[in-house]
């Protein structure tokens, strides 16, 4: 079936230092994507979406970037801080569902 | 966003017992829900979606007498886990969704089966 995939399973980085999380995606009738953050014994929260008709977007200190072409997806954490460390996952809808079909997940491990 | 409650947010139960789950849109009217399981450090998977006024829709796989789904109100939907085993031990998480195509989780639920 379609899935929504990650190329490196823990990420870790020193603070202060920009990270980038990777996911691949395999469905290209997907129309929508979400990043999600989660943190341990917490739901998921959400950080930020993408569109399939753009190709980067940006919010505060993260930014999402959307390559259709080799169905790729990348979150980009500036400045990443101890706050960061989570797993974060991606996740992609197609148009006419409303499912949500997540990836693995990747850890982000933010070190002083 | 949406605002997300889930209730209990742990339950310890004995083999065999069944356990109700709540997940409650406090800020959003929601004639649609969504319920997930999480199993440690695996992704989230869709178990069923939950609709207000008629019966869930469950994913392929997913035992919908096992588990039983509610969607009471327009801000309220239930889970429960009929005659739980150790398997079913897991982390339980709802969504609502929001104005666009984004879902908002509630805390989730950690249900233990001794």
């Given amino acids: ?112 | 966003g949406a605002v997300v409650s889930q209730h209990p947010s742990w339950v310890i139960c004995k083999s065999g017992t069944s356990v109700k789950i709540e997940c409650r849109s406090l800020d959003f009217q929601a004639t649609t829900m969504f319920w997930y399981r999480q199993f440690p450090k695996q992704s989230l998977m869709l178990m069923a979606t939950s609709n207000e006024g008629s019966k869930a829709t469950y994913e392929q796989g997913v035992e919908k007498d096992k588990f039983l789904i509610n969607h009471a109100s327009l801000t309220l939907s239930t889970l429960t886990v009929t005659s739980a085993h150790p398997e079913d031990s897991s982390f339980y998480i709802c969504s609502v969704p929001g104005d666009t195509d984004t879902q908002y989780f509630g805390p989730g639920t950690r249900l233990t089966v001794l």
């Fill in chain 1, 1 to 112: 079936g379609e899935s929504v995939g990650l190329h490196l399973p823990t990420l870790s980085v020193q603070e202060g230092d920009n990270s980038i999380i990777n996911c691949a995606y395999s469905n290209s009738a997907s129309d929508y994507f979400i990043w999600y953050k989660q943190e341990s014994g917490k739901g998921p929260q959400f950080i930020i979406d993408i569109r399939s008709n753009m190709d980067k977007r940006q919010g505060q200190r993260v930014t999402v970037l959307l390559n259709k072409t080799v169905k790729h997806l990348s979150l980009q954490i500036a400045a990443t801080q101890p706050g960061d460390s989570a797993v974060y996952f991606c996740a992609e809808k197609s148009g006419g569902y409303n499912k949500l079909i997540f990836g693995a997940g990747t850890r982000l491990a933010v070190h002083p």
